[in-house]
């Protein structure tokens, strides 16, 4: 079964600062993960995915995530945030293979941006 | 424009009915979900249907049921079962493809009057 955890539920940082969401993941075979962003009260919107190839993914707004298949991790980071970064984070796990075709959430990383 | 429309944005629901929560998508999309949000769950899975006139269950099926006669068209009916139905309910759809990213709509708060 597949399965996401996000460690720490609400990240707080300086304007400019790195911002670091961290995300591991569980799957029985080789995985598909996402980043999603969501603002207040609307839907989730996506950062960037990962599907084959390189490990590196660039997404939206300077936003990257790499794919790290020995920690089974795929961290989001963003060099320097801006305010408008302030949202919530969810990092999505579907397995590659099979005819299951569930994706599956994490708990989702709060992010505050502080001026 | 292309898009996925949720309504109503607000819904009230009195004890022991059933309520309808609508999606449509004009995107053309094979596969289209339900989520249910909380605080501090994240989202969690519903029902999603791969293509018209099929449909499989979520990690949270139970007390919800869905149909999907038209390929633009999901919704979803919270029963008078579902004991704990306030949250907010978002839909998607996507491509078909494991690897095809999910649209979202803006979602609808449904809350126990």
């Known amino acids: 079964a597949q399965s996401v955890t996000q460690l720490g539920s609400h990240v707080s940082v300086s304007e400019g600062a790195l911002v670091l969401l961290r995300c591991n993941y569980s799957s029985s075979v080789p995985p598909y993960l996402f980043w999603y962003v969501q603002y207040p009260n609307q839907g989730l919107q996506l950062l960037l995915k990962?599907?084959?190839?390189?490990?590196l993914v660039k997404g939206i707004n300077g936003f990257e995530a790499e794919f790290k298949k020995s920690e089974t991790s795929f961290h989001l980071t963003k060099p320097s945030a801006h305010m408008s970064d302030a949202a919530e984070y969810f990092c999505a796990v579907r397995e590659s293979g099979g005819s299951n075709y569930k994706l599956t959430f994490g708990k989702g990383t709060l992010l505050t941006v502080n001026p | 424009d292309g898009g996925i429309t949720q309504s109503p944005k607000y819904l009230f629901r009195k004890e022991g009915q059933n309520v309808t929560l609508s999606c449509e998508q004009n995107?053309?999309?094979?596969?289209m979900y339900w989520y249910r949000q909380d605080p501090g769950q994240g989202l969690r899975l519903i029902y999603y249907s791969q293509i018209v006139n099929d449909f499989q269950k979520g990690d949270i099926a139970e007390g919800y049921s869905v149909s999907r006669e038209k390929k633009e068209s999901f919704p979803l009916t919270v029963t008078s079962a579902q004991k704990n139905p306030t949250a907010f309910y978002l839909c998607?759809?996507?491509?078909?493809?494991?690897?095809?990213?999910?649209?979202f709509g803006s979602g609808t708060q449904l809350s126990v009057l």
């Open positions: 998607a759809s996507s491509r078909r493809g494991k690897d095809e990213k999910l649209f």
């Open positions: 995107l053309n999309h094979d596969a």
């Open positions: 990962y599907t084959t190839g390189a490990t």
